[in-house]
């Protein structure tokens, strides 16, 4: 047996060892309780409560070295919590163990009951009535905290059905009230104003990640998963804080075209030998949504390859006339090297650095998500996005190519979203030079 802490130890006399027999049968304890008294030493083995084994110092085991340990008054105890490992040589309950041992206790003592002394038994029956009152309270109670936060995964069925827009969400954490985002914001969930336990926790994940569970080194993991004729995008994130974020699998090739807006004035852009087309929304989800529905549209139009840089599955629609496909920031510079794709795409949280800075310049045509409110803001977060260092090549690189924008309305609104499309003019001032070619946006038609 491996050894393991001490995890209750004391003195007999104010605790009898009936009292810590009675206390590791209520807590199905397993362990090991070693007993000593000067030179003499008993061990009880316990498994799930239960009395399975006894040993005095001489190897002599069984029920007669069970009944000798609990006739002590005084001595030492200390019990470890381990796998004892020990055949089941006590068949007996621990209660009947205990109750033999009293009895046997009163016969050899009948002197001190007749002078008014409590017999063992008695004793022994008053303090199992007391704790068999603790554990019925303790039970009563465990069982109304569980039906107020546990959650079955049942009852996630109605949430998941909410999940229609590219903007829902689902946010799942152990002793945490279930989070829905629909609509445009953050809802009550139905039958979810209670905490969910981790129990309940645990079959949810379960639930959604049948079959496919993740590598236990991964802080965070993403997966796309089909639950009741649905796909759902799964993030599992790790940790002190372990959540379970939940969509739907949507998008503009799934949906039926989410996205609405003036998509054949892009096509002219689109078609050219280069462009640069940012998605601006002024939210991530927005501007996802959008950079998905154009990812889409670039792949029918032209039926080329599309490399797309991000961690987000939902940005990676399936195969349409051209090829998709998808790739970690970390591995752009290789995905590049071996598909050589006409164009690139780029998510929101992406920096520009890198493999994917070093892409930019080799791929004819780039589309972006950027986070922001108006269109004069798209260019410039853009920019803010990349070093210092790489700031001019990045500037020469929208100088020197077709650039507009497509600015999207916020995600998960009534209806579809919608966008307008905007192209970053280079006009000159009257000392014909050429004015920041970041600012004047004119609205293209």
Request: aromatic share 4%; hydrophobic share 45%; glycine share 8%.
């Given at each position: 047996?491996?050894?393991?802490?001490g995890?209750?130890?004391?003195?007999?006399?104010?605790?009898?060892?009936?009292?810590?027999?009675?206390?590791l049968?209520?807590?199905?304890?397993?362990?090991?309780?070693?007993?000593?008294?000067?030179?003499?030493?008993?061990?009880?083995?316990?498994?799930?409560?239960?009395?399975?084994?006894?040993?005095?110092?001489?190897?002599?085991?069984?029920?007669?070295?069970?009944?000798?340990?609990?006739?002590?008054?005084?001595?030492?105890?200390?019990?470890?919590?381990?796998?004892v490992?020990?055949?089941?040589?006590?068949?007996?309950?621990?209660?009947?163990?205990?109750?033999?041992?009293a009895?046997?206790?009163?016969?050899s003592?009948?002197?001190?009951?007749?002078?008014?002394?409590?017999?063992?038994?008695?004793?022994?029956?008053?303090?199992?009535?007391?704790?068999?009152?603790?554990?019925?309270?303790?039970?009563?109670?465990?069982?109304?905290?569980?039906?107020?936060?546990?959650?079955?995964?049942?009852?996630?069925?109605?949430?998941?059905?909410?999940?229609?827009m590219?903007?829902?969400?689902?946010?799942?954490?152990?002793?945490?009230?279930?989070?829905?985002?629909?609509?445009?914001?953050?809802?009550?969930?139905?039958?979810?104003?209670?905490?969910?336990?981790?129990?309940?926790f645990?079959?949810?994940?379960?639930?959604?990640?049948?079959?496919?569970?993740?590598?236990?080194?991964?802080?965070?993991?993403?997966?796309?998963?089909?639950?009741?004729?649905?796909?759902?995008?799964?993030?599992?994130?790790?940790?002190?804080?372990e959540?379970?974020?939940i969509?739907?699998?949507?998008?503009?090739?799934?949906?039926?075209?989410?996205?609405?807006?003036?998509?054949?004035?892009?096509?002219?852009?689109?078609?050219?030998?280069?462009?640069?087309?940012?998605?601006?929304?002024?939210?991530?989800?927005?501007?996802?949504?959008?950079?998905?529905?154009?990812?889409?549209?670039?792949?029918?139009?032209?039926?080329?390859?599309?490399?797309?840089?991000?961690?987000?599955?939902?940005?990676?629609?399936?195969?349409?006339?051209?090829?998709?496909?998808?790739?970690?920031?970390?591995?752009?510079?290789?995905?590049?090297?071996s598909?050589?794709?006409?164009?690139?795409?780029?998510?929101?949280?992406?920096?520009?650095?890198?493999?994917?800075f070093?892409?930019?310049?080799?791929?004819?045509?780039?589309?972006?998500?950027?986070?922001?409110s108006?269109?004069?803001?798209?260019?410039?977060?853009?920019?803010?996005?990349?070093?210092?260092?790489?700031?001019?090549?990045?500037?020469s690189?929208?100088?020197s190519?077709?650039?507009?924008?497509?600015?999207?309305?916020?995600?998960?609104?009534a209806?579809?979203?919608?966008?307008?499309?905007?192209?970053?003019?280079?006009?000159?001032?009257?000392?014909?030079?050429?004015?920041?070619?970041?600012?004047?946006?004119?609205?293209?038609?």
């Amino acid at each position: 047996m491996t050894q393991a802490p001490g995890i209750l130890a004391g003195e007999l006399g104010l605790l009898s060892l009936f009292d810590v027999g009675q206390l590791l049968m209520f807590n199905r304890a397993t362990g090991v309780l070693t007993v000593t008294r000067e030179a003499a030493r008993v061990s009880l083995m316990f498994n799930a409560g239960q009395l399975v084994n006894a040993v005095d110092e001489q190897r002599k085991q069984g029920v007669e070295a069970a009944y000798q340990v609990f006739a002590w008054k005084h001595g030492q105890f200390e019990f470890r919590s381990l796998d004892v490992g020990s055949p089941v040589v006590i068949l007996d309950g621990t209660e009947s163990i205990m109750l033999e041992a009293a009895r046997r206790m009163d016969e050899s003592s009948a002197g001190a009951a007749a002078a008014g002394v409590q017999p063992e038994t008695a004793k022994l029956v008053e303090h199992q009535s007391r704790f068999d009152m603790l554990r019925d309270e303790f039970s009563r109670v465990t069982r109304e905290a569980v039906s107020e936060s546990r959650r079955a995964p049942e009852w996630s069925d109605p949430w998941l059905d909410v999940l229609q827009m590219p903007g829902d969400r689902l946010l799942a954490r152990p002793g945490c009230v279930p989070r829905l985002h629909a609509g445009g914001g953050w809802q009550p969930v139905e039958g979810g104003d209670a905490p969910m336990d981790a129990e309940a926790f645990e079959e949810l994940k379960q639930q959604m990640l049948a079959g496919v569970m993740p590598d236990d080194s991964a802080a965070t993991w993403r997966r796309v998963v089909r639950h009741r004729g649905r796909a759902f995008a799964v993030t599992l994130v790790r940790g002190v804080n372990e959540c379970l974020w939940i969509a739907p699998a949507v998008g503009a090739a799934v949906m039926g075209e989410p996205v609405t807006g003036p998509f054949e004035a892009l096509d002219a852009l689109l078609s050219q030998p280069a462009a640069i087309l940012l998605a601006g929304a002024p939210a991530v989800d927005a501007a996802h949504s959008l950079l998905r529905a154009l990812i889409v549209r670039l792949s029918d139009l032209r039926g080329i390859t599309i490399v797309v840089v991000t961690d987000d599955l939902l940005l990676s629609p399936p195969e349409s006339m051209g090829v998709v496909l998808p790739a970690s920031p970390a591995e752009t510079e290789a995905v590049v090297r071996s598909a050589r794709p006409g164009a690139i795409a780029i998510d929101a949280l992406c920096a520009l650095e890198g493999s994917v800075f070093t892409s930019l310049a080799t791929t004819p045509i780039v589309l972006g998500a950027v986070v922001a409110s108006q269109p004069e803001a798209v260019v410039p977060r853009w920019l803010m996005r990349c070093q210092a260092a790489d700031l001019p090549r990045l500037q020469s690189l929208l100088e020197s190519t077709p650039v507009a924008v497509a600015l999207g309305s916020p995600s998960g609104a009534a209806g579809a979203q919608s966008f307008t499309v905007h192209r970053v003019s280079r006009a000159a001032d009257g000392s014909g030079s050429r004015r920041d070619p970041l600012s004047p946006v004119d609205l293209l038609r």
